[in-house]
Structure formats: structure tokens, C-alpha cells
């Protein structure tokens, strides 16, 4: 009940602050860590890709472009195969990537944007370390449904 006061008080912060360090003093490491998941799940959104009748749930990152990346949904986009390891599809425009690391080394499960080219990328296997590649979430479960060997249309969206 407090933590749905706090965040409907809208200075989640301060008072998040305050209540982290009094159950650090006090021993309150419940509270502690409660606070700390509400926080983590207010700054992230959870999504969908919705392959014919399958959903696979996945969560975006809390960074500038994930948000970005949000603020496309809903998207309809066709998936092919590249390089056996990821599928990929062209955006209707480039995301921001300001904030962004320089690389990043995808793994399985993995929704990450390639900056140079622009498009979304979607990691169905672990690949070395990439100049360009921005994380932008991942799966939250398998991600079977993307195992097709021909090119298929998909729908991202924000979940309910």
C-alpha cells in the first residue's frame, strides 16, 4: 500500500530515496528491495511481438532508444533472416541512440537497433561484440515463433 502512495505522489524519487536509506539503517531489506523492483518496473515497458496466432511478451530498456524505439508501436514489419543469427527488419525511420554505448554483444533473445543500417535486430543467437549495436530489450520467454527460414510479417505492440 505505501509503494502505491509513493508512486501515485508522483516524487517517487526523494521519498524512494529516504525510505532506501532508513530500511538501510534500520535492516529493512524487504523494503529495500520492494522499492527497488517498483522503481526498476515503473522505467521499463513491456511489449509484444505477435507472430500469427503466438505472442512472445519481451521487455524494452529504460534508454533513450528504447523509448524511441516505443514510440513507433504499433508496428507492422516483415522479418528475414540474416547471417543465421538474428532476424531483421527495416525501421520507418532511425532511432535516437544518444546515451547509447559505442558496441554491444547480443545474446539470444536480444532486441537491439543497428545503427548503421538502421534496422531493428532480433538476436536468436549469441554474437560477438558489434560497433553500432544498441540494446533495446529482450524476450521475456522462447522466442520459437521467429524460427522460420522464409521471410514473415510480425506485429509489435505495446502489451496490455
Known amino acids: 500500500m505505501l509503494q502505491k502512495r509513493i508512486l501515485a505522489a ?5 521519498i524512494a530515496r529516504c525510505l532506501i536509506l532508513v530500511g538501510a539503517v534500520c535492516g ?6 520492494a522499492l527497488a523492483q517498483s522503481i526498476e518496473q515503473e522505467n521499463t515497458m513491456k ?3 505477435v507472430v500469427g496466432d503466438t505472442i512472445l ?17 504499433p508496428l507492422e514489419l516483415d522479418l528475414k533472416d540474416y547471417a543465421s543469427t538474428e532476424k531483421v527488419s527495416d525501421l520507418p525511420r532511425r532511432l535516437s541512440i544518444e546515451g547509447a554505448p559505442k558496441s554491444y554483444t547480443p545474446e539470444a533473445g536480444d532486441i537491439t537497433y543497428y ?17 553500432g549495436l544498441v540494446r533495446l530489450g529482450s524476450f521475456d520467454g522462447d522466442i520459437d515463433a521467429l524460427m522460420k527460414s522464409q521471410p514473415f ?7 496490455n
Not at 529493512?28 to 528491495?33: E, G, S, V
Open 10 to 14: 508522483g516524487a517517487i524519487w526523494p
Open 153 to 159: 510479417s510480425v506485429r509489435i505492440e505495446q502489451a
Open 47 to 49: 511489449i509484444q511481438l
Open 57 to 73: 511478451p519481451a521487455t524494452l530498456d529504460d534508454s533513450p532508444s528504447a523509448r524511441d524505439f516505443a514510440a513507433l508501436l
Open 115 to 131: 545503427a548503421p543500417w538502421g534496422n531493428l535486430a532480433i538476436f536468436y543467437r549469441s554474437f560477438q561484440n558489434s560497433a
Open 28 to 33: 529493512l531489506a524487504d523494503l529495500r528491495l
